[in-house]
T-cell receptor
Framework: KNQVEQSPQSLIILEGKNCTLQ??????????LRWYKQDTGRGPVSLTI?????NTKSNGRYTATLDADTKQSSLHITASQLSDSASYIC???????????FGAGTTVTVRA | DTGVSQDPRHKITKRGQNVTFRCDPI?????LYWYRQTLGQGPEFLTY????????KSRLLSDRFSAERPKGSFSTLEIQRTEQGDSAMYLC???????????FGPGTRLLVL
């Protein structure tokens, strides 16, 4: 069973609107959680990284939240742009473990 | 330094042929990872190098797959006797320490006909 589950699988939003992506994980003990953006045909690019003590982290129009108690994270995209169309992958690291647990990603499509 | 690079970006081959991919990590990164990603899924771990030593291989890495990092810099991933099920995006990543952010290359997309 995958240790990182993301929802929704995909979503379509209009340019300028906001959206929120969800990530639930079971990785334990937990070290950190990253959100990556992957454009079609490209490798993932890190957006944010949070350790267990951090509740929120922003990177421009992207804001990630983390609740380490419930093992949930969200990624909020504000005022979406066409260039935000991509797959967003939640990635969790266990403590003292180089192996990353990847979610299947949420595909976001922004339409004009 | 422009980040992790991979070559080729695309490869189409016939079933049964051998293919080799190359990854050049960020120069000061001593850790290098290979992943495989199929459509609609997140990357799956294949193998990991610390300098030139291959420290772990996933059970996904059958005996047809071999990876090397001879001088602790670039790495190659070879697939022998390719099968249609090998069609995927092969991603390489590197990091400075094992808890540090892994930086991904653009990937090599393999299509086995």
């Amino acid at each position: 069973k995958n240790q990182v589950e993301q929802s929704p699988q995909s979503l379509i939003i209009l340019e300028g609107k906001n959206c929120t992506l969800q990530c639930n994980y079971t990785v334990s003990p937990f070290s950190n959680l990253r959100w990556y953006k992957q454009d079609t045909g490209r490798g993932p690019v890190s957006l944010t990284i949070m350790t267990f003590s951090e509740n929120t982290k922003s990177n421009g129009r992207y804001t990630a939240t983390l609740d380490a108690d419930t093992k949930q994270s969200s990624l909020h995209i504000t005022a979406s742009q066409l260039s935000d169309s991509a797959s967003y992958i939640c990635v969790v690291s266990g403590l003292n473990d180089y192996k990353l647990s990847f979610g299947a990603g949420t595909t976001v499509t922004v339409r004009a | 330094d422009t980040g992790v690079s991979q070559d080729p970006r695309h490869k189409i081959t016939k079933r049964g042929q051998n293919v080799t991919f190359r990854c050049d990590p960020i120069s000061e990164h001593n850790r290098l990872y290979w992943y495989r990603q199929t459509l609609g899924q997140g990357p799956e771990f294949l193998t990991y190098f610390q300098n030139e030593a291959q420290l772990e291989k996933s059970r996904l890495l059958s005996d047809r797959f071999s990876a090397e990092r001879p001088k602790g810099s670039f790495s190659t991933l070879e697939i022998q006797r390719t099968e249609q099920g090998d069609s995927a995006m092969y991603l390489c990543a590197s990091s400075l320490g094992f808890t540090e952010t892994q930086y991904f290359g653009p990937g090599t997309r393999l299509l086995v006909l």
